[in-house]
Structures are given as C-alpha cells and as structure tokens.
C-alpha cells in the first residue's frame, strides 16, 4: 500500500529540529506553537490527524523531560 508523505508535515520535522531532537536544552513552547499554526491552517491533513496531533502536541508541552523523546517521536509519526 503506499501512502502520500504530507510535504508540509516534512517541511515543519526539517524546520522544527529542536523539538524533535531529546538533547535540546531550551524551550520549545513557541515552536509548539507555530507547529499548531500550521497545522490548524493546512488542509493536507484530515480533521481527526489534526485532533491526533494536537492530543500528542499538548502532551510534549505538559511532559516531563524525560518524556520529550517519546512524544517527539509520536509527532514525527504523526506529521510524515
């Protein structure tokens, strides 16, 4: 089965480094933010991806450090 990559999902993991790497030391709200942006203004994903990627996005914001790479993980999942 193949399935279509969402260029815009790719585009924001190549532009978004930081919140895909569990290393990064810094705050990554406002990233999380202009994520949401973009996601909520592109009609390449579906209602219920969206909902799907806003549940794990306030997940990654309100986890616990340890946590980040987990989620991040599910992001990226979420947005290839």
């Not at 709200?29 to 909520?40: A, F, G, H, P, Y």
């Amino acid at each position: 089965m193949f399935f279509k990559k969402n260029k815009s999902g790719l585009k924001i993991i190549e532009d978004y480094k930081n919140v895909f790497d569990p290393n990064y030391e810094g705050s990554i709200s406002d990233d999380l933010v202009e994520i949401t942006t973009i996601i909520q203004n592109d009609d390449g994903f579906k209602t219920n991806k969206k909902l799907e990627i806003y549940d794990v996005i306030s997940k990654l914001t309100n986890c616990r450090k340890n946590d980040r790479k987990k989620y991040a993980r599910k992001l990226e999942k979420l947005l290839k």
